[in-house]
């Protein structure tokens, strides 16, 4: 079976300093990533998607950065947080071929301080 | 812009009592899911519709998908304090993205 897993879970970064979220996913290859961020309560934005290794697609323009190193491995940057940037950032991954199942990490609560 | 509202926004019930959330967009999309989470956790994939006027059964709750597949429905039947949760509808956006709905937050009391 498919395992996805993010860590930290949570994180506490003062304004200005580096953040590196990472996503990994077990039992699958070649899968759609995305990472997305989600404001309490609310919705979810899509921040990045990535179909392959190296391939990245932005939806957001913002201090935020990601990278696919390896095929079920996606990590989400930033060389210098800002204070908007809290919030629960989630990774999730989709079957290659298919829209129509997406699947969640747990999620990492950022709170930039 | 591909936009998915959803409605009402809160929801605070009584055990027993039936509810809908509505999943309304102006755009036609090819699927719509829908997921509940729970707070602290990724969002976990409840089902998908993906043909105009399709109704889906989930033990208490039935799924349906407008005609135009420009909307979607959840009916849940008798309420629990499980069922307690953020509800949100999702479609997807072209070129493998998703489009989320803005969230209905629910809350059944013992």
């Known amino acids: 079976s498919q395992t996805i897993h993010q860590w930290p879970a949570t994180l506490v970064q003062p304004v200005g300093s580096p953040l590196s979220l990472e996503c990994t996913v077990e039992?699958?290859?070649?899968?759609?990533l995305y990472w997305y961020r989600q404001a309490a309560g609310r919705g979810l934005q899509l921040l990045f998607y990535s179909v392959g290794i190296g391939q990245i697609s932005s939806e957001v323009p913002q201090n935020l950065s990601a990278s696919r190193p390896q095929d079920r491995q996606f990590i989400l940057s930033s060389k210098k947080l800002l204070l908007s940037d809290s919030g629960f950032y989630l990774c999730?991954?989709?079957?290659?071929?298919?829209?129509?199942?997406?699947?969640f990490g747990p999620g990492t609560r950022l709170t930039v301080t | 812009t591909q936009l998915l509202e959803q409605s009402p926004q809160f929801l605070s019930i009584q055990e027993g009592e039936n509810l809908t959330v509505y999943c309304n967009s102006s755009s036609v999309f090819s699927s719509l899911q829908w997921y509940r989470q729970e707070p602290g956790e990724g969002p976990v994939l409840l089902v998908t519709v993906v043909t105009g006027g399709e109704v889906k059964k989930l033990k208490r709750l039935t799924f349906q998908f407008g005609d135009a597949r420009k909307d979607s429905s959840l009916h849940i039947t008798a309420a629990q304090p499980g069922d307690t949760g953020l509800y949100l509808c999702?479609?997807?956006?072209?070129?493998?993205?998703?489009?989320f709905g803005t969230g209905t937050r629910l809350k059944v009391l013992a």
């Open positions: 039992g699958t290859s070649n899968p759609n």
């Open positions: 999730a991954w989709t079957p290659g071929q298919t829209l129509y199942e997406q699947y």
């Open positions: 999702a479609g997807d956006g072209g070129t493998y993205k998703y489009i």
